[in-house]
T-cell receptor
Framework: NAGVMQNPRHLVRRRGQEARLRCSPMKGHSHVYWYRQLPEEGLKFMVYLQKENIIDESGMPKERFSAEFPKEGPSILRIQQVVRGDSAAYFC???????????????FGPGTRLTVT | DQQVKQNSPSLSVQEGRISILNCDYTNSMFDYFLWYKKYPAEGPTFLISISSIKDKNEDGRFTVFLNKSAKHLSLHIVPSQPGDSAVYFCAARQYNTDKLIFGTGTRLQVFP
């Protein structure tokens, strides 16, 4: 049973470019979460999605950031016009939501390290 | 506003002894607590969790204790092994949401 997959693992973008991060959840998981970790900090929630639906985007910056989880294919976190402050590790997690008894547990991918130059 | 706090940024323990990692929280609406272990350049790995209606959960060398009145939980690792050296994050889920709130982590080093 493959774990959560993220690609690319490392991404370098110049200021003003777009960054596109992909996440494929674990098999059987239909719920995806995105978190961001800045250096020397804990993970901060960004957005929670299920297929074709954003459930909670309370942690997403209002501008330049968007996320989707289409019916087919991976979830994508898109950052437009990147700035140096966007440099961070972005982690995706998935959960077996609704599948008792541990539907609240989230399983993380290896992360994408975004560097903005 | 840091709702989940890990006040010890680092901990050093000898191999074979007990490691105790602590976590405090402020939100009474948290209903599940989870511990994750993270190696450099990897994603967090789920270790163990506990429901707010319990006070202890054990899985092999790992035991989590929850003291609701003190809003405090701890992770015990016995016996500690060098492979346990990593950053440990405490996380909490607020009732009726599905996002996790993470602490800032404690770096555990287990030396021979």
């Amino acid at each position: 049973n493959a774990g959560v997959m993220q690609n690319p693992r490392h991404l370098v973008r110049r200021r003003g470019q777009e960054a596109r991060l992909r996440c494929s959840p674990m098999k059987g998981h239909s719920h995806v979460y995105w978190y961001r970790q800045l250096p020397e900090e804990g993970l901060k929630f960004m957005v929670y999605l299920q297929k074709e639906n954003i459930i909670d985007e309370s942690g997403m910056p209002k501008e330049r950031f968007s996320a989707e989880f289409p019916k087919e294919g991976p979830s994508i976190l898109r950052i437009q016009q990147v700035v140096r402050g966007d440099s961070a590790a972005y982690f995706c997690a998935s959960s077996p939501y609704g599948q008792a008894p541990n539907s609240y547990e989230q399983y993380f991918g290896p992360g994408t390290r975004l560097t903005v130059t | 506003d840091q709702q989940v706090k890990q006040n010890s940024p680092s901990l050093s323990v000898q191999e074979g002894r007990i490691s105790i990692l602590n976590c405090d929280y402020t939100n009474s609406m948290f209903d599940y607590f989870l511990w994750y272990k993270k190696y450099p350049a990897e994603g967090p790995t789920f270790l163990i969790s506990i429901s707010s209606i319990k006070d202890k959960n054990e899985d092999g060398r790992f035991t989590v204790f929850l003291n609701k009145s003190a809003k405090h939980l701890s992770l015990h690792i016995v016996p500690s092994q060098p492979g346990d050296s990593a950053v440990y994050f405490c996380a909490a889920r607020q009732y009726n949401t599905d996002k996790l709130i993470f602490g800032t982590g404690t770096r555990l080093q287990v030396f021979p």
